[in-house]
């Protein structure tokens, strides 16, 4: 039988050998099945102190829901890592673990799990969002998604919209989301990169981006998040400092920007230069970022509904024959129109109640 071996990209620098995955894994599997096991036993528990705690403080139960939340996040996480475990089972022994027929159902498998915590969300916190323009989601592919950054659920939200309209994904993500035991097992049995985010060696990390926007199909989308890290004014600042001593052209665009972060257009130049996929601006607002329990309560339940915004520029439309200062200003120009729509809708969604 002939051998299918994983895409010839590779998924990090460093944290995917066989050792590094394996010094992860053996902490991080047998915490989540621990964890896991605890919090199903003590749940009976922990959910009458947390109603009682939420009736003393005559709050709309955030601790309770927060507690069912956690539950069903935990039995999601389990539920990924041992069906990802059955299909090992299944592909390995054949050496097809990295064929097609292996990467669809490791897909599907992502998908499930994206949307059963956005259906748990749902029923717990209060998670829900509308979307205008997801027609540009219903036409064949390929595609590269650009995705603002907003909060930390970003790559969740996003999995779960696209993965709805049967996009098969490929995520550029950070090495922080490998100490997740599920995204770390599914994650490298499907196209994903996980970007070293200190990384000294830039030239390489965007190759091994780049690698990634090969080969992608008609069913396929390729997901980055070109701001690189969540907004905040300090980021902002520095942001527009750096790039008034390695690209002052940008600097009044940048200096425009009011509630996103400009593009650090070098990944994202990467993956244009390596696939001709129309290009999909994901843009959303409702969720805030959150540092803090004591934030998280107070969030909870979720009181606006997330909305989502998405358009679509087909690949035609950017020219060939473009520079890539061309198309950095052709960037910057769409991620403008991000900007006014967050400051937009950032303050409706400030005033507006969830009915």
């Known amino acids: ?8 990209h590779t998924f990090s620098a460093g944290k ?79 050496n097809c673990l990295g ?49 603002r950054h907003g909060s930390q659920g970003d790559a969740l939200l996003t999995a779960a919209l696209l993965s709805a309209e049967g996009w098969r994904l490929r995520f550029i993500l950070k090495q922080q989301l490998l100490g997740d035991p599920c995204l770390d097992i599914v994650g ?14 830039n030239k390489n990390e965007l190759q091994n981006i780049s690698e990634l926007a090969t080969g992608l199909a008609e069913d396929e989308a390729l997901v980055i998040f070109p701001e690189g890290t969540r907004f905040s004014d300090k980021k902002l600042s520095r942001a527009v400092t750096a790039l008034s001593k390695t690209a002052p052209s940008r600097v009044q665009a940048a ?13 994202t130049l ?5 696939s001709s996929a129309d290009v999909v601006i994901l843009n959303h607002v409702g969720i805030r970022d959150i540092s803090s329990v004591k934030e998280l309560q107070a969030s909870v339940p979720l009181p606006t509904m997330l909305k989502f ?37 950032e303050q409706s969604a400030s005033s507006e109640t969830r009915h």
Request: a positive charge.
């Open 1 to 8: 039988m002939a051998k299918h071996n994983l895409s010839p």
């Open 16 to 94: 995917s050998t066989r050792s590094a995955k394996w010094q992860r894994r053996s902490k991080s599997v047998p915490a989540l099945f621990t964890a896991f096991i605890a919090f199903w036993l003590l749940l009976p528990i922990l959910l009458v102190l947390a109603f009682l705690f939420d009736l003393l403080k005559r709050k709309p139960f955030p601790n309770t829901r927060l507690t069912l939340f956690g539950a069903w996040w935990l039995a999601m996480e389990v539920l990924g890592v041992t069906v990802a475990f059955l299909l090992w089972l299944i592909f390995a022994p054949f």
């Open 99 to 147: 064929g097609p027929t292996s990467q669809r159902w490791h897909s599907l498998l992502q998908s499930c799990w994206a949307r059963g915590l956005a259906v748990g969300g749902k029923h717990t916190i209060g998670l829900q969002w509308h979307v205008d323009g997801v027609e540009c989601l219903r036409q064949t592919g390929p595609l590269i998604v650009l995705a």
């Open 188 to 201: 490298h049995r499907i196209p994903n990169y996980f970007v070293d985010r200190d990384s000294l060696d």
């Open 255 to 267: 200096q425009s920007l009011t509630s996103v972060l400009p593009i650090r257009t070098a990944g």
């Open 270 to 274: 990467a993956v244009l230069a390596k």
């Open 309 to 345: 915004r998405l358009w679509r520029t087909p690949r035609a439309e950017l020219s060939t024959e473009w520079t890539e200062d061309q198309t950095v200003q052709w960037l910057d120009s769409q991620w403008a129109i991000v900007d006014d729509w967050v400051s937009a809708n």
